[in-house]
């Protein structure tokens, strides 16, 4: 019911700063009473929580992003401001929408990789 598009990932040095955009698309209404977050998996790791929003605005960070990353949304798309990057940070980054038990969805995942 709800598609999701990341974009704006890509190649950055070290303490540069990159843009990611998650566009949605079918049920705005579902979107828009979930909470969103951003995940990220580095090659050889688990897939870890980036960041989340719920649908009032709060926002939580991962303790090694905090700081750094700024999360925010619109009608109908989140976002990831990251900056300050750190070549740990590289990986697939995925937007998710979540509401309760039944609404789950998540996105293709864009690349980011930051070098030294």
């Known amino acids: 019911q709800v598609q999701l598009v990341e974009s704006g990932g890509g190649l950055v040095q070290a303490g540069g700063s990159l843009r990611l955009s998650c566009a949605a698309s079918?049920?705005?209404?579902?979107?828009?009473?979930?909470?969103k977050g951003w995940y990220r998996q580095a090659p050889g790791k688990q897939r870890e929580l980036v960041a989340v929003i719920t649908r009032g605005g709060s926002t939580n960070y991962a303790d090694s992003v905090k700081g750094r990353f700024t999360i925010s949304r619109d009608k109908n798309t989140v976002y990831l401001q990251m900056n300050s990057l750190k070549p740990e940070d590289s990986g697939v980054y995925y937007c998710?929408?979540?509401?309760?038990?039944?609404?789950?969805?998540w996105g293709q995942g864009t690349q980011v990789t930051v070098s030294s």
């Open positions: 079918g049920s705005i209404f579902i979107f828009s009473i979930s909470a």
């Open positions: 998710n929408s979540h509401q309760g038990v039944e609404y789950d969805y």
